[in-house]
């Protein structure tokens, strides 16, 4: 299967979360679909950069 070999490739992939900007609730909505038919389940969505950042201190902030 080409799966398991473009998963060693990205480095993304040893990420548990994923965080998805962009202003397009469309296109948040259509990549967030995408992400998790190649099995990724925590997927969290940012309308624009200061939502991102709020986002991703509240995560890390979460993980201490």
């Not at 099995?39 to 979460?62: P, V």
């Amino acid at each position: 299967s080409y799966l398991p070999k473009f998963r060693e490739k990205v480095w993304f992939w040893k990420y548990e979360k994923n965080l998805i900007v962009d202003d397009s609730m469309f296109m948040r909505s259509y990549l967030a679909m995408i992400i998790n038919c190649i099995n990724f389940t925590e997927i969290i969505e940012a309308e624009n950069g200061i939502r991102a950042i709020e986002q991703y201190e509240h995560l890390t902030l979460k993980q201490k």
